[in-house]
């Protein structure tokens, strides 16, 4: 790819105001000296093929956030193994093959995620529980088994929209039990995942003794704290918030968008994510921007 005629990119979603993806992408761009622009851009469900229509040649990718990781699927052309598996791009790379352009779609949420509890010191968990079951579960799911997790219980309201998680654990030999919120039983597990939207009020608390146990991974970071992580620091339990899963999952989709490979790592790449880091430190958004903020996933 041409770096000097393919240098424009952009987060797409909706709400997007919140993204702190613009902050962590140029921060990388400046880092690596690269003359990229990446902005972010309103673009709400069922207005995806339009914004494509209008994509020219400067474009060399986007990030994709809700409601659009489903959504974009018709429109690639081919796929990595874990947008595959989890039927979730959060990366698209932009190229020109024999003068057509194609979309090839990435997930670098499952890596994200893995990075970040591996950041902060959890490497192995036998079981997982995740709250929800929404479009992040599935990446949440195969970040489980990536953990080495042998069980995984799924808390959820719709049994029936949470079914594809018990055909996915099958692929991936995790074994999946749907529980509702109100019916938790198991209090063994080691890691808890959330992937509900940050303002979410869960219609009963979880079991004091899980919230004091289980570590919390919660991927809302905007409004913090959550409704669950505030359960969670109520009970005196360890709670991650999801700002490390959104700068690794960043740094995965700059090795895409620099080496069309989510694989292969970035000239000092240690460097790149230090700035990245840096940045968000400097400008971690606000604490609480209200409940009617979507968080990024």
């Not at 093929?49 to 990781?69: H, N, Q």
Request: neutral net charge; hydrophobic residues 45%; proline residues 6%.
């Amino acid at each position: 790819m041409d770096s000097l005629s393919l240098n424009r990119l952009a987060v797409l979603g909706s709400p997007i105001k919140h993204s702190r993806s613009p902050l962590l992408h140029r921060a990388a761009y400046r880092q690596l000296g690269l003359d990229w622009s990446y902005d972010a851009v309103e673009v709400k469900s069922g207005s995806l093929a339009m914004f494509l229509s209008k994509v020219g040649p400067e474009w060399r990718g986007l990030s994709l956030t809700m409601p659009l990781k489903q959504e974009v699927l018709p429109f690639i052309d081919d796929c990595d193994r874990v947008a595959q598996l989890t039927g979730s791009v959060n990366t698209v790379l932009l190229r020109r093959v024999k003068g057509r352009g194609t979309l090839s779609g990435y997930n670098t949420d499952v890596a994200g995620l893995v990075r970040a509890l591996a950041e902060s010191g959890v490497t192995r968990a036998a079981h997982v529980t995740l709250l929800g079951a929404g479009a992040t579960a599935a990446s949440a799911l195969m970040a489980a088994a990536e953990l080495g997790a042998e069980f995984v219980t799924v808390l959820m309201r719709d049994a029936v929209k949470a079914q594809p998680l018990i055909e996915l654990g099958r692929t991936l030999g995790v074994v999946v039990d749907l529980q509702d919120f109100g019916g938790v039983t198991r209090v063994d597990t080691d890691v808890v995942i959330s992937t509900l939207p940050g303002g979410t009020v869960l219609p009963t608390p979880l079991p004091l003794e899980l919230r004091q146990r289980a570590v919390l991974f919660d991927v809302a970071y905007s409004p913090w704290p959550s409704g669950v992580a505030s359960s969670w620091h109520a009970a005196g339990g360890t709670v991650l918030n999801g700002l490390g899963m959104l700068l690794h999952q960043a740094l995965i989709q700059v090795r895409v968008f620099v080496t069309a490979d989510p694989f292969e790592p970035l000239a000092d790449e240690q460097a790149v994510l230090a700035a990245m880091r840096g940045a968000l430190s400097r400008d971690p958004g606000p604490s609480d921007a209200g409940p009617h903020v979507a968080v990024e996933r």
